[in-house]
């Protein structure tokens, strides 16, 4: 089996060379606490947050002042209903190694479109690898999404995956085949973990970041691996020329949610990390993001390897690796396969089978649906 992630309780940001060298996962962080909404007139992202400046092939555009699902245009997406009167859960249960199972989608289509950063505006990002819903456009809302259809082995997935794609010269490389996009728990207490709401949408990490906060992002797994070759910021200088060899890289997602919105003007600042426990070895939610949901970590493989001395994202160099989830799942297919594999504490497959614990069934049946 390939080497696996799980997700630390550190205690320094320090030390993550040492723990992500053993195949630990990334170093539990809390995010910003969410800005204010304002009253009136436009908003401006927090430093740090939204796009705004350009990688080079990331055309300059300003954020659409409305969607369909923002018509105020002021970049807040409340949920519907809030989720309210939720406390961070410090319980332990028992442990078990594993609490996941696989979302298996292939791509789809590239497109210069981002309807999270850039909705309505065709054209105005950089150019993003798709996979899952095959319809994922500037102008996708949660509506157009669970209407179309997935490139996802389970047919309830209707969900957006996107990342920015990967050139080597002016060749895109796009993955092969179903990609593992894993759905864990990000805390300790694995049974208070509960499905995305429909509509949630978020970026994962930033095209602007240097590749030292590459490197320290709370997300940062093993960053780019080639061969024996990881834990690496830049692309692998040597990577084997060999059939079964290709460039991968795994990044995690913050799985903490304030409850609030499904969408905030940075697409980062409704959703954190978790932290450690005071006096423990545990991890919780923030206070202030207390409702947990699903880890997710993107596990990419591209067809390429050798000389990777031309390779680039279409956001700029290697460091500037980000994605985006809008999630919309079918909401009883989602709650089956967290409840059966995350909250069940087992490993499961995309139909959300651990082959280790025959005894406890699917979740879904041979063609990935419900029963």
């Known amino acids: 089996m390939a080497r696996r992630s799980k997700i630390v309780s550190g205690t320094l940001i320090a030390g993550a060379l040492l723990l992500t060298s053993l195949g630990l996962g ?85 497109k210069a479109d981002d309807p999270i950063v850039y909705p309505q505006q065709p054209g105005a990002s950089h150019d993003h690898t798709f996979m899952g819903n095959t319809t994922t456009d500037a102008a996708s809302t949660t509506a157009s999404l669970d209407a179309g259809r997935t490139t996802c082995k389970a047919p309830g997935d209707k969900s957006g995956y996107w990342m920015p794609t990967l050139f080597n010269d002016d060749r895109p490389v796009l993955p092969i085949g179903p990609q593992t996009i894993y759905y864990k728990a990000g805390v300790t207490d694995y049974t208070s973990v509960r499905p995305f709401p429909k509509g949630l949408r978020f970026v994962v990490g930033d095209p602007m970041q240097t590749a030292e906060e590459f490197r320290r992002h709370p997300g940062f797994v093993e960053g780019w691996e080639c061969g024996d070759s990881f834990f690496n910021v830049e692309f692998p200088k040597d990577c084997p020329v060999r059939p079964d060899v290709q460039l991968n890289i795994r990044f995690q997602a913050p799985s903490c949610w304030d409850g609030r919105y499904l969408d905030t003007p940075d697409h980062r600042s409704h959703m954190a990390y978790p932290v450690v426990n005071p006096g423990t070895n545990n991890n919780v939610c923030p206070a202030d993001h207390p409702v947990a949901l699903p880890m997710v970590e993107f596990k990419m493989a591209f067809p390429v390897n050798g000389d990777l001395s031309h390779a680039r994202l279409a956001s700029g160099p290697s460091w ?52």
């Open 26 to 110: 990334g170093i539990a962080m809390s995010a910003e606490a969410p800005p204010a909404k304002p009253t009136s007139g436009g908003v401006t992202a927090p430093a740090g947050g939204g796009v705004t400046a350009a990688h080079a092939g990331h055309v300059m555009a300003a954020p659409s002042s409305s969607s369909p699902e923002d018509p105020d245009g002021d970049g807040y997406i409340p949920a519907n209903p809030p989720v309210t009167g939720v406390t961070p859960s410090t319980q332990e249960p028992p442990h078990r190694y594993f609490h996941e199972f696989q979302a298996n989608c292939s791509v789809s289509h590239t």
């Open 320 to 371: 500037s690796f980000h994605y985006d989830f809008f999630n919309a799942w079918d909401a009883p297919t989602l709650k089956a396969l967290v409840d059966h594999c995350v909250v069940g504490a087992l490993q499961c497959d995309a139909r959300g089978y651990d082959q280790t614990h025959p005894e406890a069934g699917a979740a879904l049946d041979e063609n990935y649906e419900l029963p």
